[in-house]
């Protein structure tokens, strides 16, 4: 009898001891010192430039004929795009055959008028030689919209930080990646995506560190 009234009291104190540790409060248990976080910030701005990337071919029975081919769409290209923005040779090659002679060339004609999209596509597909590959919508002036998506990412990697732990505070972001993308991929699209990642160190021994200063980027 008292070997088993030994062994009552030690499962006994066994099991209070259990009841202690689940009574600690959950975000006691989790408690952080520190933590670095991820955040992503994205912005959705309309493009403020276009490329409409086109291409020139001309084949004649020798390399002058063709090069005259040639030079008569540029010039038409040129011509036509000139109220609209400017044209840039990116690419240019030549096939010689027996019997012919080939010129390809591609160009980037870049425009700010975002909104006469279709109007340049008109002018420029009735050009003889002339072939349209697609448009391509970029931001020139990106820095507004990277700065917003900059700040939503810094305030989302808080968010994250303060479900670890409401103690926490912000000591340093470093941007980890800035980007921008036409939405959904498609070439179409004049809506430009801004991204930005950061990371981000949170301490609870920071309450009086000034974020902004150690925010470092481009």
């Known amino acids: 009898m008292l070997y088993g009234g030994i062994y009552m009291k030690k499962r006994l ?8 540790a689940c009574m600690i409060p959950l975000t006691q248990a989790f408690a952080l010192d520190s933590a670095n976080v991820i955040g992503c910030g994205k912005v959705s701005v309309k493009a403020d430039c276009a490329y409409i990337e086109v ?3 001309a084949i004649g029975q020798d390399a002058a004929s063709a ?3 040639s030079s008569a769409a540029e010039q038409a290209l040129e011509n036509a795009f000139r109220s609209y923005g400017c044209v840039t040779e990116r690419y240019y090659n030549f096939y010689p055959a027996p019997k012919s002679y080939e010129i390809c060339k591609t160009y980037s004609c870049k425009t700010t008028q975002t ?5 340049i596509r008109k002018a420029l597909s009735g050009i003889s030689g002339i072939r349209i590959y697609g448009v391509r919508y970029e931001l020139e002036t ?3 919209a990277e700065h917003q998506a900059l ?4 305030e989302g990697a808080e968010s994250k930080a303060k479900a670890l732990d409401a103690d926490l505070s912000l000591v340093s972001v470093r941007e980890t990646g800035c980007w921008q993308c036409q939405d959904d991929g498609c070439t179409d699209s004049a809506t430009i995506t801004v991204e930005v990642r950061v990371e981000a160190r949170f301490s609870k021994n ?6 902004a200063d150690t925010i ?3």
């Open 142 to 144: 990106p820095a507004s």
């Open 151 to 154: 700040k939503l990412a810094v």
């Open 216 to 218: 470092s980027g481009r």
């Open 67 to 69: 090069e005259a081919q």
């Open 115 to 119: 909104d006469k999209i279709e109007e």
């Open 13 to 20: 104190l066994l099991l209070a001891s259990v009841l202690v």
């Open 55 to 57: 291409g020139v071919e």
């Open 206 to 211: 920071a309450k009086n560190t000034k974020t």
